[in-house]
């Protein structure tokens, strides 16, 4: 898993709830990212972080908001989950002279 | 803009024929190009990328893939298929290392 972790692994919830998910690195790279990964649609970027305190919008930023407090964690909110955001969520890191993304396990997330 | 389009969202052959997974993208400056490989209920790992250099890039498990920027296209091939080859592969294309953008995946089944 590269060093990536992410919080937790699976999750359900109840339309309007909210929660964070969790990713923490243990290898102190710049970049970090969120995917939502659903069927037929491959991997679609939420937000990254180039660096601490950073944070940029991917292709489907809507209904989600992150934080990078510190190096070592980026975590991914969802303020009010809605049905159309079950899904599987993967945290990535790049190491900060590379150029290739390595990824989490994924969380599992289902919203009723 | 960069895109991804991955040709076949399922792919089926035999054990022992030929693996041939299609990839084309567009992008506006020279990508970078990578194939990632995703088992049941895992996370992404990297199989190989094209970044500069030789055009034909060989990776882990004996796939490879060639570069060709006439048809803007990074197929992915395999000699001989293997059991253990049955999972889904996704294309992923970069401009600058900051942001990665994949296909909808191909799902590779080997009969035997």
């Known amino acids: 898993n590269a060093g990536v972790t992410q919080t937790p692994k699976f999750q359900v919830l109840k339309t309007g709830q909210s929660m964070t998910l969790q990713c923490a690195q243990d290898m102190n790279h710049n970049s970090m990212y969120w995917y939502r990964q659903d069927p037929g649609m491959g991997l679609r970027l939420i937000y990254y972080?180039?660096?601490?305190?950073?944070?940029d919008k991917g292709e489907v930023p809507n209904g989600y908001n992150v934080s990078r407090l510190n190096k070592r964690e980026f975590s991914l909110r969802l303020e009010s989950a809605a049905p159309s955001q079950t899904s599987v969520y993967f945290c990535?890191?790049?190491?900060?002279?590379?150029?290739?993304?390595?990824f989490g396990e994924g969380s599992w997330l289902t919203v009723v | 803009a960069q895109s991804v389009t991955q040709l076949g969202s399922h792919v089926s052959v035999s054990e022992g024929a030929l693996v041939l997974l299609r990839c084309n993208y567009s992008?506006?400056?020279?990508?970078?190009l990578f194939w990632y490989v995703q088992y049941p209920n895992q996370g992404l790992q990297l199989l190989l990328k094209?970044?500069?250099?030789?055009?034909l890039v060989k990776g882990i498990n004996g796939f490879e893939a060639e570069f060709k920027k006439s048809e803007t296209s990074f197929h992915l091939t395999k000699p001989s298929a293997h059991m253990s080859d049955a999972a889904e592969y996704f294309c992923a294309v970069s401009e600058d290392f900051n942001k990665f953008y994949f296909g909808s995946g191909t799902k590779l089944n080997v009969k035997p």
């Open positions: 990535a890191i790049r190491q900060s002279s590379g150029n290739t993304i390595y």
């Open positions: 992008s506006s400056v020279p990508p970078y």
């Open positions: 094209y970044t500069t250099g030789a055009t």
């Open positions: 972080s180039a660096s601490e305190g950073t944070t």
